[in-house]
């Protein structure tokens, strides 16, 4: 049975005694009043995750996760960080192809598939991220471009490596604009990748694999969201900056 996933992503938000506080703040009141299976993951910016790893209780709800790594395992690429230093850490999560290294960094297919791999291999669970433009979105083949940003660098995967994947449908229209998909646009959009993992891996695989909504999901509209049978969850963006809001969030998902 599928996971219920709340994953926050700090984005490059918060000093450091800021972060300390929210860190604090998030872990305590996940542990005092989350009693419900879901699984929550702080994507904190990369100069904290140490810090932030070390706060965690074993066994706990909340896991620390990465907002991106390289593709290789090291080497001469300055201010980058790699797989094995995330797992030397005890990282457990990252966050690949976020539209915003897609449109800011270049990141294509080819290269978030070399990512997967690499995380993979190093024992790390990715969040592969993959949504659509207003204009593709409003003209062009939505469906067939996100279904393709699978195919291209998840599909290469056996299917045991696959279900080790989560997926975050994320439409770049909705990301930091106040725009939100409707329940029933992202319900439609992970219906269709769902259907797109059967095709590759068999029902079962298809029906394991958790697919997080990503576009601008809040206190608000979450509950709503969640409710949808294909939406196991959020890639919470601002959201995920105030505790309380945050909170509310992953309460939707119990």
């Known amino acids: 049975m599928r996971k219920k996933i709340i994953a926050g992503n700090w984005k490059m938000n918060k000093t450091a005694d800021e972060a300390q ?21 702080l994507c904190t910016p990369s100069l ?34 790699s797989a094995p230093m995330l ?34 291999q190093n024992g790390l669970v990715p969040i592969f991220c993959c949504g659509e433009s207003r204009d593709l979105r409003e003209n062009g083949d939505y469906i067939g471009f996100v279904k393709d940003q699978l195919t291209e660098s998840l599909f290469h995967l056996s299917a045991e490596s696959f279900g080790k994947v989560v997926i975050a449908y994320e439409p770049i229209w909705a990301i930091g604009t106040g725009l939100t998909a409707s329940s029933a646009q992202a ?8 259907q797109h993992i059967a095709g590759q891996y068999g029902d079962t ?10 576009g601008s999901a809040n206190a608000q509209n979450a509950a709503e ?7 196991d969850g959020g890639l919470i963006g601002g959201a995920s900056l105030k505790a309380a809001d945050f909170l509310t969030v992953v309460k939707a998902a119990q």
């Open 225 to 231: 969201l969640f409710a949808r049978p294909d939406v």
């Open 87 to 120: 797992q030397s850490i005890g990282i457990e999560y990252v966050i690949l192809g976020h539209s915003e290294r897609r449109q800011y960094f270049g990141e294509t297919n080819a290269q978030l598939a070399e990512k997967v791999n690499i995380v993979l």
């Open 205 to 214: 695989v298809a029906q394991d694999t958790s697919i997080l909504y990503g």
């Open 21 to 41: 506080a929210l860190l604090s703040e998030v872990i305590n009141m996940v542990k005092d009043e989350v009693t419900g299976d879901v699984k929550v993951v």
């Open 48 to 81: 904290y995750l140490a810090s932030a790893q070390q706060q965690l209780t074993p066994g706990g709800k909340v896991s620390i996760g990465a907002q991106n790594c390289h593709e290789k395992a090291s080497g001469a690429y300055t201010g980058e960080i």
């Open 187 to 194: 319900q439609d959009m992970h219906f269709e990748l769902r």
